[in-house]
Each structure stands twice: as C-alpha cells, then as structure tokens.
C-alpha cells in the first residue's frame, strides 16, 4: 500500500478564483492520476501526472482549465481554475500500486464546494 | 468504448447476504476489480478477478464470467459498517493502469 496525503481536505471557493490541490505520496512513484467525483456521482479519471513532461488530459479536461504539476516522483498539484459551481466535487489523486494497475491507492480526497 | 452498469442503490438486513452486479461492455478485458467507499472517505480497493469464478476474501467474494461480461461482489455476513457506495472498474484498453469506474452502487445496511 501507500500513504497518501491532499491539502486541503475541503474547501469553500467564490466563483471565478483559482485552487490548488497538493497530493504527497510516501514512496516514488512513477504514475500519480487525479479523479472527479461528482456530488453521488462515480469517478472520472481527469489527467495522468507525469514527472518531467506535461500531463495527459482526458477528453473533456484541458490543460488551462485543470493545470497540473508533478516536480518529483512523490508529488503532484491540481489546479482548478476559474471555478464556477459545477466544479464543485471530490478531487482525488491515486497512485497504482500493482503492476498492471488493477489495484490503486486514492488520497483521501479534496471537497470543494463553489458558491 | 468501454461502460459498466450497476445497479443504482441496494438495501439489505444486518447479517445477511448481499449480491452487486456489474455488467461490462468493452472491446477488450483485463479484468474486474471492485472498490468501496464510505461517505466522506476515499475508494479503497477490494478485489480483482481477471479469470473466471470466484475470489474469496474474507466476507466479500467476487465473481467473474468473462463470457457474459459480468461480475458481482458478495458481502455475507452483513455488518452496518458494510453501508458504502460500491464501484466496479476495468482497467482501459489503452493503458492498463487508467481505470473506468461503473455508477456506483449504494448498499443500505439496516438493522
């Protein structure tokens, strides 16, 4: 398993700022990825944070949006910009702790409510 | 593309059995693996069937029939702290270690 760290645990933003997320895992690791989750909602994979080059965004996430930095093997910040309320969610980092990745490790999460 | 259904919400007595279904569609298949998460908590990890049949561990089974594209997770012995939000996931085609999660299913625990 790993330890896994985010700050913050929630936060309540105005509309039009920016936040940003840190996860800290306890070992290097080659793959970190950050998760959505919705209010009741199930999990959507937001990009891929790779050390040394530029993240991978899924169809939907754009870099300006969700920029995200990974300056080692051990940490990573997602940044969500100009938020409006529908970026209100659970943010999560993961990291894949079995080859294959069949079995990830997630942080315990970031609530950000946006009013 | 690859999706998962589950069942939306399933309600069952402490001490009982409880079966969560999840049905798969994709163009290729690595395996199944299930998640749990609690309100307010992080998904954690539960099992992973990548052949057929049946993976005990514990209470919680779970169960793969790669030719029906289906699987479920079995809770016995059921306990209130087993009152979660349960997840079925497939690994992406594309890369292994990108998941795709189901809806999620929200199992009520009663006394």
């Known amino acids: 398993s790993a330890v896994i760290s985010q700050k913050p645990s929630r936060d309540i933003c105005q509309r039009g700022t920016s936040l940003t997320i840190q996860c800290q895992v306890d070992s290097q690791v080659t793959m970190m990825f950050w998760y959505r989750q919705q209010p009741g909602q199930s999990l959507t994979l937001i990009a891929t944070?790779?050390?040394?080059?530029?993240?991978?965004?899924e169809s939907g996430f754009v870099i300006d949006k969700f920029p995200i930095s990974r300056p080692n093997l051990t940490f990573s910040t997602l940044t969500v910009s100009n938020m409006s309320p529908e970026d209100s969610s659970i943010y999560l980092c993961?990291?894949?702790?079995?080859?294959?990745?069949?079995?990830?490790?997630f942080g315990p999460g970031t609530r950000l409510t946006v009013l | 593309g690859q999706s998962l259904e589950q069942p939306s919400e399933v309600t069952a007595v402490e001490g009982a059995i409880v079966q969560i279904n999840c049905t798969y569609q994709t163009s290729g298949f690595y395996g199944l693996s299930w998640y749990q998460q609690h309100d307010g908590g992080a998904p954690t990890f539960l099992s992973y069937?990548?052949?057929?049949g049946l993976e005990e561990t514990g209470r919680f089974s779970s169960f793969l029939s790669r030719s029906d594209s289906y699987g479920y997770l079995l809770l016995q012995e059921l306990q209130m702290k087993d009152s979660a939000s349960y997840f079925c996931?497939?690994?992406?085609?594309?890369?292994?270690?990108?998941?795709?999660f189901g809806s999620g299913t929200r199992l009520l625990v009663r006394p």
């Open positions: 996931a497939v690994p992406r085609m594309d890369s292994s270690y990108k998941l795709i």
């Open positions: 993961s990291v894949p702790i079995t080859v294959g990745g069949n079995e990830q490790f």
């Open positions: 944070a790779n050390q040394g080059s530029e993240a991978t965004y």
């Open positions: 069937n990548a052949l057929d």
